[in-house]
């Protein structure tokens, strides 16, 4: 078994920033692929970002690309991190880390991940 725990949700304003963690324990024999997601009321889940386990490749979705960053922590190589600059109200969304495991190309749907965090809310006032 594989627990994702992911911290650092928030209520924010426009402009402020956010570090989302999300560490990744259990049956971690593999490497893998991590991902974050988003989900907002009424709306579909998201690709937001994605790194591959060297970290040498990192894919974001064009309306995070500048402001948000995937990282992994140097010491806790199965922790990691997405920070979040600039926010805006339209970032406003429950935040999902995941991994696909085995895998070495990144992959943007959400379809082909193992497995998931909890969630983590992100709300961001004008």
């Known amino acids: 078994q594989v627990q994702l725990e992911e911290a650092g949700g928030g209520l924010v304003q426009a402009g402020d920033t956010l570090r989302l963690s999300c560490t990744v324990s259990g049956d971690t024999y593999a490497t893998f692929v991590t991902g974050w997601f988003r989900q907002a009321p009424g709306k579909e889940r998201e690709f937001v970002a994605a790194?591959?386990?060297?970290?040498?490749?990192?894919?974001y979705a064009d309306s995070v690309k500048g402001r948000f960053t995937i990282s992994r922590d140097n010491v806790n190589k199965n922790t990691f991190y997405l920070r979040m600059n600039n926010l805006k109200p339209e970032d406003t969304a429950v935040y999902f880390c995941?991994?696909?495991?085995?895998?070495?190309?990144?992959?943007?749907?959400?379809?082909?991940?193992?497995?998931w965090g909890q969630g983590a809310q992100v709300t961001v006032s004008s």
């Open positions: 790194m591959n386990w060297r970290g040498d490749r990192k894919s």
């Open positions: 995941a991994v696909d495991f085995g895998a070495v190309a990144i992959v943007t749907s959400a379809s082909a991940y193992d497995y």
